[in-house]
């Protein structure tokens, strides 16, 4: 389980990126990381956005390696992996916990789930990777969907002013501008 949560992915999935990915280098000038430490190293970073002298020091590796694992990961991943379109999506939405000192007041409601404080900041990102739409202003403890829930963008979308749908994880509600992944596969979402 501690693969699972250091890098997102199961060892069997990750050996299967590592084979489909082909990240062997052809060279061995410069002493090159193994295609496992390189995927290791690119999927740590990716799944936790943590600094990569982090991902470094559990790794064992520079930093410098890590720049370089992330970018052959992601350059080789853009030539395999085809997102095919997905008719009608204007964007996709998320939270991220911003860290940040412990306010004076209301303390408490700036620790997240993780128990560090932080900003709650949810994101809007289209299909060319630009943010369409940001809300920086929820403390750490406050869940992705009341963001969501409370947020101007989605009053646009109640109102009909905004043409298309949003993909969002399971941490919000399915509507029929927000299509989230299923939960059981027995009842779908109704839209």
Known sequence: MEIR???????????????MLNLERATERSCPLPPLISTLA????L????HHI??????????????????????????VIVFKGFPQVV????GTHIRI???SA???DYVNRKGFHSLNVQMIC???FRFVDVVAKWPGSVHDSRIFRESAIRQRFERGEIDGLLLGDSGYGCKRYLMTPYQNTDSPCKV
């Open 106 to 108: 209301n303390e408490d």
């Open 101 to 103: 000192q412990a306010p």
């Open 47 to 50: 799944a936790t956005g943590t």
């Open 126 to 128: 289209d299909a060319t």
């Open 91 to 94: 964007g996709v939405v998320d």
């Open 54 to 79: 982090v991902t470094a020091g559990l790794h064992g590796i520079s930093r410098s390696s890590v720049s370089g694992a992330v970018k052959q990961f992601t350059d080789s991943a853009n030539n």
């Open 5 to 19: 949560e250091r890098y997102r992915f199961f060892p069997e999935t990750i050996l299967f990126l590592v084979n």
């Open 42 to 45: 690119a999927l740590h970073f």
